[in-house]
Nanobody, 126 residues
Framework: QVQLMESGGGSVQAGGSLRLSCVAS????????MAWFRQTTENEREGVAA???????LYADSVKGRFTISRDNSKNTLYLTMNNLQPEDTGIYYC????????????????????WGKGTLVTISS
């Protein structure tokens, strides 16, 4: 059974940092594309970043230069380090497993993901 468990959310002021973690189980993690999505009050669930099975990092334009996705395959854990956080980054952040290999043209599509965590809330105050 696939399980994804996020942690690390919280409340910080603008300009601050957070690191999210997602522990995965129930599948061969090391060869699987994994991604972070977020749900804000204004937008539909959107892709934030992805790490392909080969470790290639892919980012939404809105977070490039501020967020870093990484993975520790020995711990089956995905990370999202978020720096210079802004109020528009507020939302629920979800870890997701992709059903297929991730490329620049498909990683941010929810249809590519087949399993989701329950999410962790990130709140940024101005």
């Amino acid at each position: 059974q696939v399980q994804l468990m996020e942690s690390g959310g919280g409340s910080v002021q603008a300009g601050g940092s957070l690191r999210l973690s997602c522990v995965a189980s129930g599948f061969i993690y090391s060869s699987t594309c994994m991604a972070w999505f977020r749900q804000t009050t204004e937008n539909e669930r959107e892709g934030v970043a992805a790490s392909s099975g080969a470790g290639v990092a892919l980012y939404a334009d809105s977070v490039k230069g501020r967020f870093t996705i990484s993975r520790d395959n020995s711990k089956n854990t995905l990370y999202l380090t978020m720096n210079n956080l802004q109020p528009e980054d507020t939302g629920i952040y979800y870890c997701a497993r992709a059903r297929e290999y991730c490329y620049s043209y498909n990683w941010s599509s929810r249809r590519v993901m087949d399993n989701w965590g329950k999410g962790t809330l990130v709140t940024i105050s101005s």
